[in-house]
């Protein structure tokens, strides 16, 4: 029996049961529907993408796995330097692993031992209020979102110092902890899981100015907000961090995988004459062949396609659809590249909402006190305004609300 994620068993509604996928929509037996939040925010391509299957089953004929411990081969070489040469600044080199949660280890691990190798003390951790990194313990603990994590006590998060996307805030910090701190982990412009908050980059610009003032690693968790979401290729276009952490869109869904990229600071401080300078890490599927093949494939056509255009045209016509909406049950409607959120103030009246769009020919998933929409690059006009008249649909015209 299967054990689904996010849910009570006991109380869980049978599952829509796919028997294919093309483009933005998923089929079910009797259905056809879009989907509006890309099977978690990574189907960037939309399904069955000749380009992607085919390069992914042409690396199958040749082997599907080998170790990176004393072997490499010539896809991870190649999105490798493709990485190097498409990300900002001095992001140069890639350590890769199986899932966003495990590359966000990596990137909490990596800036806590590269502060163990300098000799220095620096045991806190800076992160927001609202963050979500994953799911693994030390993700959790950098985490800040009680319906995912409330199995930790205050104890466990002791040295994890969580802060408002507030400037005040962010200088008072570094003012009392700045020396204490080995790493300040952000998801940069959009906050997720969390409640898909959204922040001002000047707030990433004032944090980089500190972390370089104190000494501290700056983080980028863009597992999410990676590859366009937040209307930029990357939020570390606009301010470069120390380390970026990619996922989901990376392989546009296709397959997981993830990575932890280290500018020249952090790789140096690991390079070295001692062993125990080394990183000790190492998950098995990391650079797995067909991984690095559709990631590959993934950013060829990202490029070639003009998706930041597309991005960008879909924010335009959003903005277009829910301008001037409003309802009593809605606290704030907020967009920002591919993503629409509607934030109620009571979380019971999403109740019913998933089933309601189903009927209607869209896949949605309501979490928390928010309906949202994370929109595949692909879609057609007449897609986006059926997934924004779906959700205001949703509040005009059910009775008793």
Known sequence: MIWYPYVQMKKMKTPYKIIDAEGVYLYTQDNKMIDSVSSWWCMI??????EINEAMKSQIDRFSHVMLGGLTHEPVLKLSEKLKDFLPGDLDYCFFSDSGSVAVEVALKMALQFNINRGSGRKKLLSLTSSYHGDTFMCMKAGDDEDYHFILTEDDKKDVIHIPTEIDALEKAFQKHGKEFYAFIVEPLLQGAGGMKMYSIDFLKRARELCDEYDVIFIFDEV?????RTGNRFAADLVLPDILVLGKALTAGYIGHAVTVANHKVYNGFYSDKDTDALMHGPTFMGNPVACSAALKSIEIFERENYMGKIKHIEDVVRNLVSGFTHPLIREIRFMGGCLCFQVYDPSCLIGFQEYAYQRGVF??????????MFPYIIQDDEIRQVVDVMKDWFTEQKGI
């Open 364 to 373: 949605s998933r309501p979490f928390l006190d928010i309906m949202y929409a």
């Open 224 to 228: 999410a907000t990676g590859f366009g």
């Open 45 to 50: 391509h939309g399904y069955k993408n000749k």
